[in-house]
């Protein structure tokens, strides 16, 4: 008798952990892998984590808003690598400090879009009126000499940073872009707000434009691609 009870709850126990099993794999095959997620282990971006000194003095100089000039309104989003953010201001400050000039002083809701020019230098404002759209419809792509700065300043937007381990180039690289093959369960996806801007340095591999929850899926971005100092 007892050794038939306790042949039950072997039993018993072994049943419910292949149903707590086969309940987690089905939440992993539903959950939408495209939504906001941060916790992705992977390779996203320049390491610097055997520099903590560096690591450091970025965060500090990235929370003095030194680096402001007079722009305001929005800060650098939890994405974005304060390191090559803080390296590549020193390295490139003229650019740098007309680009949050030029943010401070202009009505970027009433601006027309199209392509301005930042009086004297060579920068190019890209003010995109624009669409969130399928996952599956938008490219990743990263670039060599060029910073991507954005920053949606109404509505949206929906932004990926693709694993660099399991990323693979789908194309022949072109002045100045190159796409990716990618696992989407491995990529990391931010929404953003009016608070904050993101950059993409040469080493996060980015997928912009991406559909999101909301129900308006219309946004409105600037897009300003700094020179990529060596």
């Known amino acids: ?54 690591i450091k003095k970025a965060q500090q100089w990235a929370e003095s808003g030194e680096w402001r000039n007079g722009f305001v309104k929005a800060k650098p989003h939890s994405s ?67 910073i991507d700065f954005q920053y949606v300043v109404k509505g949206t937007e929906r932004f990926g940073i693709i694993d660099h381990y399991t990323s693979i180039p789908n194309s022949k690289y072109r002045p100045d872009v190159i796409h990716y093959d990618y696992q989407v369960e491995k990529a990391r996806f931010y929404d953003s707000n009016p608070d904050e801007f ?11 434009k991406v559909e999101n929850d909301t129900n308006d899926q219309q946004i409105r971005v600037i897009v300003i691609k700094v020179d990529y100092m060596d």
């Open 1 to 54: 008798m007892k050794k038939n009870y306790l042949y039950l709850i072997k039993s018993f126990m072994a049943c419910a952990l292949l149903c707590s099993a086969a309940y987690a794999q089905a939440q992993t095959k539903t959950k939408d892998l495209s939504k906001p997620q941060t916790q992705v282990k992977g390779y996203y971006t320049q390491y610097y984590g055997n520099q903590p000194e560096l």
């Open 80 to 146: 974005v690598n304060l390191v090559d953010f803080y390296l590549q201001y020193q390295k490139n400050p003229a650019q740098w400090k007309a680009l949050f000039e030029y943010l401070s002083h202009t009505d970027l809701l009433a601006i027309s879009k199209g392509k301005h020019k930042i009086p004297g230098t060579q920068l190019v404002v890209s003010v995109e009126d624009s669409q969130n759209g399928p996952l599956a419809k938008r490219r990743s792509e990263s670039h060599n000499h060029h």
């Open 198 to 208: 993101f950059i993409f340095f040469p080493r996060d591999w980015h997928i912009a």
